[in-house]
């Protein structure tokens, strides 16, 4: 596709752009960075523009990008990246609509995650979860944007392909889990049970509560059962992310012995 130029920070394109990566366009979002732009290009993302600084390489990624091409002076192109060392090339496309991917994960483990707040916590999370296989990740009102630029960068295209549903509540979570036989089953720091003393090839619905306070006495009633992760004193808590992938990947170990 032939490429056009744009030299003018004031361009209406340009414009649209920043208010995508600033999160004022609700239907599309922002791509930036050559890794991140091959992530969304292989995972069929739908590409509306694509812009590039006049000083980056192809090396064959713009070959595959179907959508208006166009070449930014470098000076220029900084004003709309996201980043402090921009690689150059930004990729506007459409926002993926809630729940429109298949749970295509061997893993009979579902993740809700409670109002979490923090973009990079979330990408990373949602990078781990499709590593560990997950059905699908469930995201309550009131959490972070996971198609936010940061975040996006944080799960480096997971977003792109995981089943993920935004905007749930955790009773509609729950309902749909009953409905599928599945267990309501929480990480909760008071729980009794580790998470290594569990079945995980049970179908089941694994909520994780907000980083500030954790899982509210209202979450806490909607649920079956509980797991913690032992920690040696004096620490008494992990980082999200870090808590979600020590417990996805046991269930994943416990999957993988059983074939």
């Known amino acids: 596709m032939s490429e056009q130029l744009i030299t003018s920070r004031d361009n209406g394109r340009l414009m649209a752009a920043r208010r995508v990566r600033d999160g004022r366009d609700k239907f599309r979002i922002f791509i930036e960075g050559r890794r991140l732009a091959e992530e969304a290009i292989r995972s069929g993302v739908r590409l509306t523009e694509c812009f590039l600084s006049d ?13 208006p091409i166009f070449r930014v002076p470098e ?31 061997e893993l009979p483990v579902t993740l809700f995650l409670s109002e979490i707040n923090n973009p990079s916590n979330l990408g990373a999370i ?87 306070h954790g899982l509210s006495e209202y979450e806490t009633a909607l649920l079956d059962d509980f797991v913690k992760i032992p920690m040696a004193s004096p620490v008494e808590s992990l980082n999200l992310a870090v808590s979600a992938g020590i417990i996805l990947f046991e269930a994943r170990r416990q999957l993988t012995d059983r074939s």
């Open 55 to 67: 000083e980056f390489a192809d090396n064959g990624i713009v070959t595959s990008v179907e959508a």
């Open 75 to 105: 000076k220029v192109f900084k004003t709309v990246a996201d980043t402090e060392t921009p690689q150059g090339i930004i990729l506007i496309g459409e926002r993926p609509k809630s729940g429109e991917r298949e749970a295509t994960g």
């Open 126 to 212: 949602l990078r781990t979860a499709e590593a560990a296989g997950v059905r699908g990740v469930i995201l309550s009102k009131g959490s972070t944007d996971p198609y936010s630029p940061k975040a996006l960068r944080a799960s480096m295209g997971s977003a792109f392909r995981l089943n993920l549903i935004e905007g749930a509540t955790l009773t509609e979570a729950v309902d749909q889990a009953r409905h599928n036989r599945a267990v309501i089953t929480g990480a909760d720091l008071n729980a009794d049970r580790p998470y290594t003393n569990i079945d995980w090839a049970h179908p089941r619905l694994l909520v994780f509560g907000s980083e500030a």
